[in-house]
């Protein structure tokens, strides 16, 4: 979701690359409420950030404390910025009524975007 919004909201502004620790593939979750406030993430895919190591990053700004917790040096210097988002999977899977579910991913969502229109100004 951060990769869409940072695409949709400040693409003229900033140059986005999204990767993780593990590939897990698009979470159709994450994929309907993006649509649902017009931003297409059905396109993007799932890589590993070690496929980036060697791309000289400004900055690498986690958005989860797993990731925050075991991101890789990189060995450009790239600035590591932290800022956690609660995980939508791991809420959503303590409810049983899918709008409920969907409800984590929105208000993920919604924080997400809040953080991206502060961008490029709060990395510095």
Not at 9 to 20: I, N, T
Not at 47 to 71: R, S
Not at 79 to 104: I, S
Request: hydrophobic share 40%; net charge negative.
């Amino acid at each position: 979701m951060a990769e869409g919004w940072a695409q949709a909201l400040k693409g003229g502004q900033v140059e986005v690359c999204s990767a993780g620790i593990e590939t897990h593939g698009l979470n159709p979750n994450a994929v309907k409420v993006m649509a649902e406030v017009g931003v297409d993430i059905s396109t993007q895919k799932s890589q590993l950030v070690t496929e980036l190591l060697k791309v000289d990053f400004d900055f690498v700004v986690t958005v989860c404390g797993h990731a925050h917790e075991t991101c890789p040096y990189f060995p450009t210097g790239a600035k590591v910025v932290h800022v956690g988002f609660d995980d939508p999977p791991k809420m959503a899977a303590e409810l049983k009524d899918k709008q409920a579910q969907l409800d984590c991913y929105r208000r993920v969502r919604d924080e997400i975007r809040a953080f991206v229109e502060t961008l490029p100004e709060a990395l510095g």
